[in-house]
């Protein structure tokens, strides 16, 4: 691997603005580390210690970093698409289509079906074997949930083409028509009371924020300083004078989330963080030129994915552990669990490069010539896989045998009914790209 990442990093071309991979890094890096250090495990069960210790909640105002991701993903998936339709100016807008989907999600798609088997028959055998309680039961709910983020990201590969279209044709104009539709959505559903139209937010705000790296692609971010400015100010004003929690992120039993579905608060905090990374851009850059720090960054990007499907099982195989040693857990957020932090995600780190070891050819890619005529097929394998996915993930493992339930949008849907969906829609995808043999 060190060869072959010494290889790559020697490779890159000049033209690469390796700032934008740097943040793709660091910002999966600061979800990881952000779920290691909320766990609050004790012999009583899972919590979060921002509940034990709501002042910490401020924290999430840098921690919840999601938006950098999918603000990294849509310059990435723009200089994609791009470079497709220059490559087959004379092909169909739907080969074109087509091929852009699967190589956007072979190494998104690939690693999380393979999780999503695994930890399938992991529940499934647990289950037949009359298992499934305490933090078994617990942990076959978590570890689906940070697929929420994949199926997010499903849907912003399936609408770039359209919305790039419209970032072409309006610009800024473009993006405040989506944050403009979650100004909307909110005010139907705080002022309103309409049901169900909270959820359109998870389309809105986060395409929304996907957008902006549209804009970063075409150089249209000049003043970040006044984007940070505008998006903290703005979220600090919902926060202190709305119905909008504190915590960016979503806390057990709050009546209202920022995050599920996303509000606008959420999306002022994405402008404030895309302002922040782009003042930081000049001294990011500057890191990242360093040949030792750019194979590094490198060596993380083949991993990432891999690496974040599978921390959660990591921190909760370490916490099992504890408790099946009899090792003992502090009370959260006292000066000896604060003292046994460092020693519990150093080894759930080790863990997780396990697992990765163990998991990550399946997040290399694999060549495919896409078939003409795909375009359809792509597009009903991604929305199967986006609603799969979502459902998994609020769902979870848990309950196969039971028939257990959860609230996808406003349809209730199983975890036998998720799975099949998330992998008929990867089958599809996988197919549309099949190279045709003759």
Request: charged content about 10%; glycine content about 12%.
């Amino acid at each position: 691997m060190g060869s072959s990442v010494r290889e790559l990093a020697g490779a890159t071309p000049a033209t690469r603005d390796r700032y934008i991979d740097l943040l793709r890094v660091a910002s999966l890096g600061t979800v990881v580390l952000g779920h290691w250090l909320m766990a609050a495990v004790t012999t009583d069960g899972v919590g979060n210690l921002l509940a034990v210790v709501p002042g910490l909640q401020v924290m999430t105002w840098a921690l919840q970093i999601m938006p950098v991701f999918f603000f990294v993903g849509g310059f990435s998936h723009a200089l994609s698409y791009r470079s497709l339709r220059r490559k087959q100016p004379e092909g169909s807008t739907d080969s074109v289509y087509s091929a852009f989907l699967r190589a956007r999600l072979q190494r998104l798609l690939r690693p999380t079906m393979v999780f999503i088997l695994v930890w399938g028959a992991a529940a499934l055998i647990v289950q037949l074997l009359g298992g499934g309680g305490g933090l078994t039961g617990v942990t076959l709910r978590l570890v689906a949930q940070p697929l929420w983020f994949i199926g997010i990201y499903l849907a912003m590969v399936a609408f770039t083409p359209p919305l790039l279209t419209l970032h072409d044709r309006y610009g800024w104009g473009a993006f405040a028509g989506l944050a403009g539709a979650a100004v909307a959505v909110d005010v139907l559903r705080f002022a309103a009371g309409v049901p169900y139209i909270e959820f359109l937010n998870f389309a809105f705000v986060w395409l929304a924020v996907h957008q902006l790296g549209f804009l970063r692609a075409d150089g249209r971010i000049p003043r970040p300083a006044l984007l940070a400015g505008i998006g903290l100010a703005a979220a600090v004003a919902l926060v202190a004078l709305g119905p909008y929690p504190l915590s960016m992120v979503g806390m057990p039993g709050e009546k209202i989330s920022n995050m599920a579905p996303p509000t606008l608060a959420l999306l002022c905090h994405g402008l404030w963080l895309v302002g922040a990374v782009e003042l930081l851009r000049g001294p990011g850059a500057r890191l990242v030129a360093r040949p030792r720090v750019w194979r590094g960054v490198v060596a993380a990007n083949g991993v990432a994915m891999t690496a974040f499907l599978w921390h959660l099982t990591a921190m909760l195989g370490v916490y099992g552990a504890m408790l099946a040693l009899d090792v003992p857990l502090p009370e959260p957020a006292s000066g000896a669990w604060w003292a046994q932090a460092p020693v519990r995600i150093a080894v759930a780190a080790v863990v997780t490069a396990g697992l990765v070891a163990l998991f990550r050819t399946f997040e290399r890619p694999v060549s495919a010539v896409p078939v003409r005529g795909s375009g359809p097929v792509s597009a009903l394998g991604v929305t199967l896989c986006l609603f799969g996915v979502l459902g998994v993930s609020m769902v979870g493992f848990g309950g196969l045998l039971e028939g257990h339930t959860a609230m996808l949008i406003a349809v209730r849907v199983s975890a036998p009914a998720a799975v099949a969906m998330a992998l008929g829609g990867w089958l599809l995808v996988e197919r549309a790209g099949r190279r045709r043999s003759g």
